[in-house]
T-cell receptor, first 112, second 113 residues
């Protein structure tokens, strides 16, 4: 157990809908990262937050947004969902600004 | 742009044999190289890492080597066991100033009993 908690574990939703994925980092970790894992794309970096502030942005679609709250948990919001958004979404956390990052168990999103 | 190539994509070895997975990175500013093991239905688990000021690091049956000049790094697993079967990902820390890991595409290792 890495200590990073993600909820829900599974999510099935229809195209056009909006969902929120939640991540609680390891105790004491200030940095949170979001990754998308799909079969043909591997692990793709989406976004990083450090102590509530956005620090790095990857290939995150405009339909997606994230935030980190004062208690350091983070949420990834995915809107106007498309079939191609079906993937595993992972959250990772690290102490301060890394580099060692520890991953949660992921949320499997299925868009139908 | 930043890229990490990983080979092979699949690897089958007999139990007790060694397994080697190789990665090449493109960003010469990368200075941290972790390896993750991902079992079915689970998140990636950090198993070993190496920083750019070190050429080799070993932890029991696993070792990682780094050649900064060639921008290569490799994972070595000796005396493989069935429980080593998983997908292994290499990664490189991206451009300085960010903590954006660039991941390889993964190697599915199967250890045959």
């Amino acid at each position: 157990d890495s200590g990073v908690t993600q909820t829900p574990k599974h999510l099935i939703t229809a195209t056009g809908q909006r969902v929120t994925l939640r991540c609680s980092p390891r105790s004491g970790d200030l940095s949170v990262y979001w990754y998308q894992q799909s079969l043909d794309q591997g692990l793709q970096f989406l976004i990083q937050y450090y102590n509530g502030e956005e620090r790095a942005k990857g290939n995150i679609l405009e339909r997606f947004s994230a935030q980190q709250f004062p208690d350091l948990h983070s949420e990834l919001n995915l809107s106007s969902l498309e079939l191609g958004d079906s993937a595993l979404y992972f959250c990772a956390s690290s102490l301060q600004e890394g580099p060692e990052a520890f991953f949660g168990q992921g949320t499997r999103l299925t868009v139908v | 742009g930043e890229n990490v190539e990983q080979h092979p994509s699949t690897l089958s070895v007999q139990e007790g044999d060694s397994a080697v997975i190789k990665c090449t990175y493109s960003d010469s500013a990368s200075n941290y190289f972790p390896w993750y093991k991902q079992e079915l239905g689970k998140g990636p688990q950090l198993i070993i890492d190496i920083r750019s000021n070190v050429g080799e690091k070993k932890d029991q049956r696993i070792a990682v080597t780094l050649n900064k000049t060639a921008k290569h790094f490799s994972l070595h697993i000796t005396e493989t066991q069935p429980e080593d079967s998983a997908v292994y990902f290499c990664a490189a820390l991206g451009a300085s100033g960010t903590y954006k890991y660039i991941f390889g595409t993964g190697t599915r290792l199967k250890v045959l009993a």
